[in-house]
T-cell receptor, first 113, second 114 residues
Framework: DAKTTQPPSMDCAEGRAANLPCNHS???????VYWYRQIHSQGPQYIIH?????ETNEMASLIITEDRKSSTLILPHATLRDTAVYYC??????????????WGLGTSLAVNP | DAGITQSPRHKVTETGTPVTLRCHQT?????MYWYRQDPGHGLRLIHY???????DKGEVSDGYSVSRSKTEDFLLTLESATSSQTSVYFC?????????????FGEGSWLTVV
């Protein structure tokens, strides 16, 4: 199962875009890229996911490189409430494969005033 | 919110006592999971369920048992709590649909074993 590599920490100024990178160089063709975040003392929160194409929702944008070996989560206008640990994980397609998720330590994003 | 309720949210117990954590969902999702989260570790899967009375072990299942007698409830039991089981426990749910298999988490149960 593919694993991911993320920087342990990042800083971002409030109001600026936060670009969080993730390397998943061993990803397989049928594996999705998922992003979650965990605000202190809360459960992980789903943000966005994608397979090949770039995706956007009300929370963020996900940019996946053409070779799918890396991706970037973009928070377009970071606020103090976006301070959290962000997890990038890959998930094999198919029912029940959430049991195979490998959760690393993520990137701790600090949004500064 | 994903319609997941964990109880109790906080508990302090003594070594050797049994403890049961409850996860209740209102989404009618097929899959349910119990994870633990500790400093220096990512989320680690304890047990999961793929249907009523259908469960299987995860990565760190020793010392834990689970039961699922109804779709909406997934119980995690520590038969004899140890200090190494002091942790925060997260329940999660997911469904298998054409639109995806996103996993959603509860707010956590903080367990301290003294």
């Amino acid at each position: 199962d593919a694993k991911t590599t993320q920087p342990p920490s990042m800083d971002c100024a409030e109001g600026r875009a936060a670009n969080l990178p993730c390397n998943h160089s061993t990803i397989s063709g049928n594996e999705y890229v998922y992003w979650y975040r965990q605000i202190h003392s809360q459960g992980p929160q789903y943000i966005i996911h994608g397979l090949k194409n770039n995706e956007t929702n009300e929370m963020a944008s996900l940019i996946i490189t053409e070779d799918r070996k890396s991706s970037t989560l973009i928070l377009p206008h970071a606020t103090l409430r976006d301070t959290a640990v962000y997890y990038c994980i890959v998930r094999p397609a198919g029912a029940g494969n959430n049991r195979k998720l490998i959760w690393g330590l993520g990137t701790s994003l600090a949004v500064n005033p | 919110d994903a319609g997941i309720t964990q109880s109790p949210r906080h508990k302090v117990t003594e070594t050797g006592t049994p403890v049961t954590l409850r996860c209740h969902q209102t989404e009618n999702h097929r899959y349910m999971y119990w994870y633990r989260q500790d400093p220096g570790h990512g989320l680690r899967l304890i047990h999961y369920s793929y249907g009523v009375k259908d469960t299987d072990k995860g990565e760190v299942s020793d010392g834990y048992s689970v039961s699922r007698s109804k779709t909406e409830d997934f119980l995690l039991t520590l038969e004899s709590a140890t200090s190494s089981q002091t942790s925060v426990y997260f329940c999660a749910i997911s469904e298998s649909t054409n639109s995806g298999n996103t996993i959603y988490f509860g707010e956590g149960s903080w367990l301290t074993v003294v």
